[in-house]
């Protein structure tokens, strides 16, 4: 049995970018990199036995298609933006230097990291492997189940499936897809369902453990329901319809697709990108450490690599 370690690299970019002093090479920008350098190795040094694997998003056309506004968040936030686009110009030397490390990458360009993990994941508990979950995103929180752990980078935190309820305040991760999709996500830009907010979500879920449970009863039992969650129930079309709005039991199925991360389409490997070193290679990580300035890890090289030349032993364990 091994111990595999998915990292939401995008999750660890963006944190990195968001923290500490601005630092610079020269003209370019390296605050995003040496941050997600030094969180890697935190994490194998955390975990020693584990077997590392950044996962890098891809273009998930699949939820455009089923819903046109995800993640447009273009001109909402400029602090955001900015900080975003700054990433994304470090994000291709951060993938170089964590080749020199031996640390391999994951991407398959019609999928997330999200939907890499759910798919891994479950992969890896089959094959009779434990999991950790190395990332601030708690959509990753879905992926719970027995030999699986989330890991929050920033913070420390560390979540297990015993522990599910305390984190989430829901009792399954199925409950918890399913709130979600009620109330929408905000940094996705996904609408909820109109009028339910979190509290009546959870209020929900824990009465009635399900929305298709719920919708059952409020049937059979003729419940006299507010008129938020009647719409639930009422399949019919809405006056606000007019305004080019699903009606909420359709918003709600929407939602599901985008959210549950099991509903992706499957990894083909055929498409699935590969960056897998055989091991650390020093002299051109020192080398890339020289061109952008990152004297703190020069100064004791060796100490630092200490980690990284683990993990090829974890890789083939």
């Known amino acids: 049995m091994r111990q595999i370690m998915y990292t939401d690299g995008n999750s660890v970019g963006y944190a990195a970018q968001g923290s500490g002093t601005k630092l610079m090479a020269g003209n370019v920008e390296t605050t995003a990199i040496f941050g997600v350098i030094n969180s890697i190795r935190a994490a194998l040094t955390a975990f020693p036995s584990s077997a ?14 089923i819903f046109p506004g995800y993640k447009d968040r273009s001109g909402k936030d400029e602090k955001i933006d900015d900080l975003r686009k700054r990433w994304k110009a470090q994000r291709p030397l951060v993938q170089d230097a964590l080749e020199f490390l031996g640390v391999r990458q994951l991407m398959h360009p019609d999928l997330e990291a999200d939907d890499l993990a759910g798919q891994f994941t479950d992969a890896q508990i089959r094959l009779g492997n434990t999991v950790l979950l190395y990332t601030g995103d ?8 027995p030999g699986v752990a989330w890991h929050d980078h920033r913070s420390g935190e560390h979540v297990t499936l015993q522990g599910f309820f305390d984190k989430t305040g829901y009792e399954t991760p199925k409950a918890f897809v399913e709130a979600k999709a009620l109330t929408g996500d905000a940094s996705d830009t996904i609408p909820g369902v109109g009028g339910i907010g979190e509290k009546t979500a959870q209020a929900l879920i824990a009465e009635y453990k399900s ?23 009422e399949d019919q079309p809405f006056e606000y319809r007019k305004k080019h709005y ?9 939602n599901i697709r985008l959210m549950d991360l099991r509903r992706a389409p499957k990894v083909t490997t055929e498409r699935l990108e590969v960056r897998a070193p055989a091991a650390v290679s020093v002299d051109k990580f020192q080398m890339f450490c020289e061109e952008h300035g990152f004297q703190s890890i020069l100064n004791d090289l060796s100490n630092f690599l200490v980690p990284f030349h683990r993990i090829s032993e974890n890789y083939n364990g």
């Open 52 to 65: 590392p694997y950044i996962l890098w998003d891809g273009h998930a056309q699949f939820r455009y298609d």
């Open 138 to 145: 708690k959509d990753w929180l879905q992926l719970l189940q």
């Open 211 to 233: 929305v298709a449970a719920f919708r059952q009863a409020a049937v059979e039992k003729n419940l006299k329901l507010p008129k938020t969650l009647a719409r639930l129930v």
């Open 246 to 254: 699903p009606a909420p039991s359709e918003s709600f199925k929407r």
